[in-house]
């Protein structure tokens, strides 16, 4: 009998942190975009919720993503093209990790600086 598979909150954010005056002027300024990108993400797939802590002045303390909840490697593949996505289109960094007594736990980058994110490598990263 195999063990019941648990479900791991999963969430994928764009690095805002670390970035120079031009990217956080492109940052600010795709801002509109990416959060309706977001938006229209979770409202399609059950069980996705937007991250949307953009109220200060620095984009460093900004949290700006999804989380959802995935048991499997397979379903990394949406979450994970849709940040491949956007990495292209807005020249954006992503953070990806598990999310854990509503602590937050990188396991990997990807983007424009890091390379296209890999969804089966980051399924191992989080030990699905």
């Given at each position: 009998?195999?063990?019941p598979v648990s479900t791991m909150?999963?969430?994928?954010?764009?690095?805002c942190?670390?970035?120079?005056?031009?990217?956080?002027k492109k940052l600010k300024r795709n801002l509109p975009?990416?959060?309706?990108?977001?938006?229209a993400y979770a409202d399609a797939n059950e069980g996705v919720t937007l991250i949307n802590e953009c109220?200060?002045?620095?984009c460093?303390?900004?949290?700006?993503?999804?989380?959802?909840?995935?048991?499997?490697?397979?379903?990394?593949?949406?979450?994970?093209?849709?940040?491949?996505d956007l990495a292209r289109q807005y020249n954006i960094d992503c953070e990806v990790g598990a999310i854990e007594n509503?602590?937050?736990d990188p396991v990997s980058y990807f983007g424009k600086n890091e390379g296209q994110g890999d969804a089966f490598l980051i399924g191992e990263y989080l030990g699905l």
């Amino acid at each position: 009998m195999s063990e019941p598979v648990s479900t791991m909150h999963l969430y994928l954010l764009v690095a805002c942190d670390r970035l120079d005056e031009k990217q956080e002027k492109k940052l600010k300024r795709n801002l509109p975009d990416l959060q309706a990108a977001l938006q229209a993400y979770a409202d399609a797939n059950e069980g996705v919720t937007l991250i949307n802590e953009c109220e200060s002045e620095g984009c460093e303390d900004w949290h700006l993503g999804i989380s959802q909840p995935v048991k499997k490697k397979a379903q990394l593949k949406l979450p994970v093209n849709l940040f491949n996505d956007l990495a292209r289109q807005y020249n954006i960094d992503c953070e990806v990790g598990a999310i854990e007594n509503e602590r937050f736990d990188p396991v990997s980058y990807f983007g424009k600086n890091e390379g296209q994110g890999d969804a089966f490598l980051i399924g191992e990263y989080l030990g699905l």
